[in-house]
């Protein structure tokens, strides 16, 4: 019995400090926000015919002052719950745009950038995103440069204004991309409904493409379903040559994993570009 009340004791201990946890990570991405302690990694995307690297993934990181690089698997969840991804989720797409514009002076003329979003950036009836395609014209950047990664679950939300929004997005030349393919609900009618241009085929299914034929025949069916549907595909995840030479086969149009690189601060990314590309 003394046991048992001592484990209750221990489990409303690790509750308390869990809450206190919680509370102590809103305020400080509160601060994060006011004190621009976020910053964006790029991840290279590859064309697979040509082995060219023509777009990134903007990946965001939190530089906390005291805890160091935070990945956002770690704070992402705690900015949907409080709404604050909203104003994140503004901050980057504003950072990736600028950075796109200048990389596109540079380094590349064509160069494209894919941009990650939130389900809880589609549930605010006023339209931020109207406020993004005019950034866009500031900078002079066209929206064609830039596509918006959701996932699955942003489609399948009832009450969300995605719909609307991600319609927007498209009629004004801005690409939309599904994100982690393969491991939401994968609705077929989403694809008919929705107007998507990539489909990014997600990690798990190209991890063991090189030893589980299931694996492979999905990638493939994937693929030759993208294509049916004027869609792209981009591999997730790749990280070998096998599994890179296999996609290439199955007609897979773009690649992104470590076998390129791992996703890297701006001026990291710029290096990895050839002299005069
Ligand atoms: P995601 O959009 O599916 O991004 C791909 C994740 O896979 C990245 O993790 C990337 O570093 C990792 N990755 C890329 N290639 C490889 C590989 O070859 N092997 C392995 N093992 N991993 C690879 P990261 O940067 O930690 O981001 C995690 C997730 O956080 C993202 O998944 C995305 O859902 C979310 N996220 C990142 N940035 C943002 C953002 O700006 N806004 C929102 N709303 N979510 C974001
Ligand atoms: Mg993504
Ligand atoms: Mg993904
Ligand atoms: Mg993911």
């Known amino acids: 019995k003394a046991q048992g009340r001592n484990n209750y004791q221990q489990f409303t201990q690790s509750m308390q400090l869990k809450a206190l946890l919680h509370a102590r990570l809103v305020r400080d991405l509160r601060r994060a926000i006011s004190e621009q302690q976020f910053c964006l990694y790029y991840q290279p995307i590859v064309e697979l015919s040509t082995g060219k690297l023509v777009k990134a993934e903007a990946l965001i990181r939190w530089q906390h002052p005291t805890r160091g690089m935070i990945n956002p698997d770690q704070f992402i969840s705690a900015a949907e719950e409080t709404g604050l991804i909203s104003e994140i989720g503004d901050w980057v797409f504003r950072q990736a745009a600028w950075q796109t514009a200048?990389?596109?002076?540079?380094?590349?003329?064509?160069?494209?950038?894919?941009?990650?979003?939130?389900?809880?950036?589609?549930?605010?009836?006023?339209?931020?995103?109207?406020?993004?395609?005019?950034?866009?014209?500031?900078?002079?950047?066209?929206?064609?440069?830039?596509s918006i990664e959701v996932t699955e679950?942003?489609?399948?939300?009832?009450?969300?204004?995605?719909?609307?929004?991600?319609?927007?997005?498209?009629?004004?030349?801005?690409?939309?991309?599904?994100?982690?393919?393969?491991?939401?609900?994968?609705?077929?009618?989403?694809l008919k409904k929705y107007a998507i241009d990539f489909i990014k085929i997600d990690r798990s299914f190209v991890q063991n493409l090189t030893t589980d034929s299931d694996d492979l025949a999905l990638c493939e069916?994937?693929?030759?379903?993208?294509?049916?549907?004027?869609?792209?595909?981009?591999?997730?995840?790749?990280?070998?040559?096998?599994?890179?030479?296999?996609?290439?086969?199955?007609?897979?149009?773009?690649?992104?994993?470590?076998?390129?690189?791992e996703p890297v601060a701006a001026e990291a990314f710029e290096k990895l570009f050839p002299p005069n590309h």
């Not at 064509?110 to 900078?139: A, E, G």
């Not at 030349?173 to 994968?186: C, E, K, P, V």
């Open 221 to 261: 069916a994937i693929i030759v379903m993208a294509h049916k549907l004027r869609m792209k595909v981009i591999a997730e995840g790749i990280e070998t040559a096998e599994q890179e030479l296999i996609l290439h086969d199955a007609g897979c149009d773009y690649g992104q994993g470590y076998l390129y690189s």
């Open 102 to 146: 200048e990389w596109r002076k540079t380094l590349s003329p064509n160069f494209h950038v894919s941009i990650n979003s939130s389900p809880v950036q589609y549930l605010d009836k006023t339209s931020r995103m109207s406020l993004w395609l005019d950034y866009l014209r500031t900078l002079e950047l066209p929206q064609e440069a830039v």
């Open 153 to 190: 679950g942003v489609l399948m939300d009832k009450i969300s204004t995605a719909p609307e929004k991600l319609r927007a997005l498209h009629d004004a030349g801005i690409s939309i991309s599904l994100d982690d393919f393969g491991t939401g609900y994968s609705s077929l009618a989403y």
